[in-house]
């Protein structure tokens, strides 16, 4: 059984940026970030092996989101750089089976997810 707290979610503009974190109780091997908006179903946003040479990211993030990962801390980091409405969910990070796990039933363990609230 794998723990796993988010924080650093919060109120930004419209352009700004958030870095999340989610420490896991202890060692992982494919850590994934998703959200779900209100009335929409939990996507995935990005993914990251257990090394971190491996990286995935949905279309609509990248370039302006980075995932990365301190294996040491047990912790992995999602670094969301301007920031649009549409981006506005709560994000939680799960912990995958595979190293190219990008749909939610392959993540096993899930923590209890972040509000990332963006204003126009």
């Known amino acids: 059984q794998v723990q796993l707290v988010e924080s650093g979610g919060g109120l930004v503009q419209a352009g700004g940026s958030l870095r999340l974190s989610c420490a896991a109780s202890?060692?992982?091997?494919?850590m994934g970030w998703f959200r779900q908006a209100p009335g929409k179903e939990r996507e995935f946003v990005a993914s990251i092996s257990r090394n971190g040479g491996y990286t995935s990211y949905t279309d609509s993030v990248k370039v302006r989101f980075t995932i990365s990962r301190d294996n040491a801390k047990n912790t992995v980091y999602l670094q969301m750089n301007s920031l649009k409405p549409e981006d506005t969910a709560v994000y939680y990070c799960?912990?995958?089976?595979?190293?190219?796990?990008?749909?939610?039933?392959?993540?096993?363990?899930w923590g209890q997810g972040t509000q990332v609230t963006v204003s126009s």
């Open positions: 799960a912990v995958g089976s595979t190293t190219y796990a990008r749909n939610p039933t392959e993540y096993a363990y």
């Open positions: 202890g060692s992982t091997l494919t």
